[in-house]
């Protein structure tokens, strides 16, 4: 399922490390009851292709693999007909999106993506993917965590305010019974 392009970048390291995007798309993926965010994405100067993978509600770690150009022709031939990664991106996103690519499986520092890929005659194959355990930097994750104190701060009054409701029909429900 394609979320959205150009949502914010969860990727790890000091600031130096960082990449910035032009292009990204997330796709939501089911995998033994919990939900992860797969993310496709081209860095700014059009030399590597990320694909990373965070738990939906996990701010901390995430799983990461970065590919050049010629990483993703030796990854399978379909790349090796791309003149750029742009081109690569395209196909990427083209694979992802034919429903056809699951979680195989996770380790302590692995996150391990079967992708299957259409062949000439139809039919598909399947591709391995490795990406390696990272820890989201320092910052995002006292910004991440922030964000999620205000969100349950919120929602704690509005429940303290539905709990108040509640409690007043509950007595005009008394009231009522009573008088009659």
């Known amino acids: 399922e394609d979320l959205n392009n150009d949502t914010n970048n ?3 390291g000091d600031k130096n490390s960082i990449p910035s995007f032009i292009k990204k798309t997330d ?6 009851n919990r939900i992860f965010i797969i993310s496709i994405s081209l860095t700014s100067d059009k030399k590597h292709l990320y694909i990373q993978a ?12 970065r590919m050049t150009s010629d990483e993703l022709k030796i990854f399978d031939k379909l790349f090796r007909m791309c003149d750029n990664l742009e ?9 992802f999106n034919n429903e056809k690519n699951y979680i195989k499986g996770i380790n302590d520092s692995k996150l391990f993506i079967t992708i299957s890929v259409l062949n000439l005659d139809g039919s598909f194959r399947e591709k391995n993917l490795e990406l390696l355990k990272k820890m989201t ?5 006292a910004e991440n965590l922030y964000q999620k104190y205000l969100e349950l701060k919120v929602n704690n009054i509005k429940l ?3 709990l108040k409701n509640t409690k007043e029909e509950n007595e005009k429900i ?6 009659f």
């Open 160 to 162: 303290e305010q539905e």
């Open 87 to 95: 081109e690569a991106y395209s196909n990427m996103i083209t694979i």
């Open 27 to 32: 796709f939501k993926i089911l995998y033994q």
């Open 174 to 179: 008394k009231e009522n019974f009573q008088n």
């Open 10 to 12: 969860f990727s790890g």
């Open 137 to 141: 930097n320092k910052e995002q994750v």
């Open 54 to 65: 965070r738990e939906e509600n996990n701010n901390i770690f995430f799983f990461e693999k």
